[in-house]
């Protein structure tokens, strides 16, 4: 354990004109680094470096009536919310009393960040944190008693005061009844820190062009307005929209940073610039589900895919990956129509389902037809996989990789909300969905993915969001492969050469308060 959070005193703050403080690392932070042991010495040099850097540019707790907003950009699945849950932990230690996380705008994407910030930061063991959430409208009349009573611990200089942590849905009814909640509170000597994960979606102003305010954006400024002294802090890996806005507009940013992803770290660069012919396939136009031509049958590439993936599978068996934790998955992005949802569950059920069939009976007459289109695909995933294994020492697993295998639907096609999944119930999951699947959502594991799908109207961001087979894959890159239309290939290729062209402007201009 480290020393005393309450031993750490809060460097003055500077000259208004410099526009800093100084924020100390204390023992929540340290905890927090220390407990991540899946990261070197020099990633966490690098985490405390750029946390402090950020939390230097938010307001001090010190001052009054001092508001700014702060825009952070990282790489899709580069670990920003490692990123924020350390500026929380460093919030606590430098005597915030007030945490707020925007934590995106479904169910299954503010449960993921609720269950890691009640994780990471060790919260039923530590007792530094009053967690609270807005899920299944958990936050009513005596959650805000708790609050109250908790500043009133702070106001008095109780040393068992903590810090309160509320985690709220980005939707106008969730951000409404949480302002209205909070707003019978004083706030007025509350040092306050609010993130908004994902912070280019739902809460820009839609309405700016008519001068009017999209309902969301009305509701955080709202929020806002409660907290007389606080930093409004951004986290994004497109950050095209907060970039464009008008300088006046609320969420403007004052100041940026931009993360460093972890040297295991893989994105656009390694798959669409440097890797293209190794790891990208391509799903033909006559692949594709057509509204006006839809398939009758499942496409060719997705059996390829499927073929790539539990060869992954079995390699993973055999490598014991199942035993340390750690997933396989592959997943299905069709389109946000739930009804290709089901339709591709279905032909990937039928084809685990067939497959498993015909390698369990070695006298069916498939089998050995069967065995030689997996050996092709194995051959191709020697090619980018460095390992000592045949084919012939693959082949008998196969089975069980499928056997391994679950399948599932992130939509609400059958339910009214999106269901987690149980990472630690199965080694190798299949998913597929639409927006279920889209920004924010981690794919554990993810080694193959399948999108049949157009570009929708070709915004950037949302094309970058899709792509959750960036991430902390270097371990495994061999076995990662990402089938995508022809539009879709050129697409994610033009934004890697964008984004870091747009990344290098926004570093050589750090130095100034505003972008």
């Known amino acids: 354990m480290a020393n005393d959070p309450y031993t750490i005193t809060v460097a003055s703050c500077k000259r208004k004109s410099e526009g800093t403080w100084s ?120 959650e805000v008693n708790r609050v109250d009573t908790e500043l009133a611990r702070w106001r008095r200089g109780s040393p068992r005061a903590r810090t309160i942590l509320i985690v709220s849905m980005k939707q106008h009814q969730h951000l409404n009844n949480l302002a209205k909640l909070l707003a019978k509170s004083d706030f007025s000597d509350v040092p306050t820190l609010i993130i908004d994960d994902e912070g280019d979606q739902a809460g820009m102003n839609t309405k700016a062009k008519r001068e009017e305010e999209s309902t969301t954006y009305a509701r955080i400024k709202a929020l806002r307005e409660l907290f007389p002294t606080h930093s409004y802090i951004l986290y994004t890996a497109t950050p095209q929209a907060p970039l464009l806005i008008s300088r006046i507009d609320a969420l403007s940013p004052d100041f940026g940073r931009v993360l460093t992803p972890g040297t295991h770290y893989v994105g656009g660069q390694e798959f669409f610039v440097e890797g293209q012919d190794k790891h990208v396939k391509l799903i033909p136009s006559t692949e594709v589900p057509d509204k006006n031509e839809p398939l009758q049958e499942p496409p060719k590439s997705l059996k390829a895919a499927l073929r790539d993936f539990f060869i992954g599978v079995a390699i993973g068996l055999l490598e014991d990956e199942f035993k340390k934790g750690r997933n396989r998955s592959m997943m299905i992005h069709p389109a946000v129509a739930k009804d290709k949802h089901f339709m591709f569950k279905r032909w990937t059920q039928q084809i685990k389902d067939n497959w498993s069939a015909i390698l369990k009976d070695d006298t069916h007459p498939s089998h050995a037809a069967l065995l030689g289109e997996f050996r092709n695909s194995a051959e191709g995933i020697f090619t980018t996989y460095d390992t000592s294994m045949t084919f012939d020492q693959i082949a008998p697993i196969l089975f069980e990789a499928m056997e391994e295998t679950a399948i599932a639907e992130l939509n609400t096609r059958e339910r009214n909300r999106i269901a987690p999944v149980e990472w630690a119930g199965e080694y190798s999951w299949i998913l597929i969905g639409g927006i279920g699947l889209d920004r924010g959502f981690t794919v554990e594991g993810l080694t193959v993915s399948y999108m049949p799908r157009s570009t929708g109207v070709g915004n950037a961001d949302n094309i970058q969001q899709r792509a959750r087979f960036f991430g902390y894959k270097r371990r495994y890159l061999g076995l990662c492969r990402i089938y995508l239309t022809g539009a879709n290939i050129d697409a994610f290729t033009d934004y890697v050469k964008h984004e870091e062209s747009v990344r290098s402007s926004i570093r050589s201009h750090l130095g100034v308060c505003r972008f």
Request: proline share 2%; glycine share 6%.
């Open 23 to 142: 924020p100390s690392q204390g023992a929540v932070f340290t905890d927090l680094l220390n407990a991540s042991i899946a990261l070197t010495h020099d990633e966490k040099e690098r985490i405390v470096r750029e946390t402090v850097s950020i939390m230097s540019a938010c307001v001090c707790p010190e001052a009054t009536d001092t508001v700014n907003t702060g825009l952070v950009i990282g790489y899709v699945q580069s670990g920003k919310t490692l990123s924020f849950t350390g500026l929380a932990a460093l919030a606590r230690d430098n005597r915030f009393r007030l945490v707020i996380l925007l934590a995106g705008t479904t169910n299954n994407l503010v449960e993921q960040s609720y269950d890691r910030l009640k994780g990471d930061l060790d919260i039923a063991a530590t007792r530094e944190w009053n967690l609270f959430t807005t899920q299944q409208k958990a936050f009513q009349q005596s």
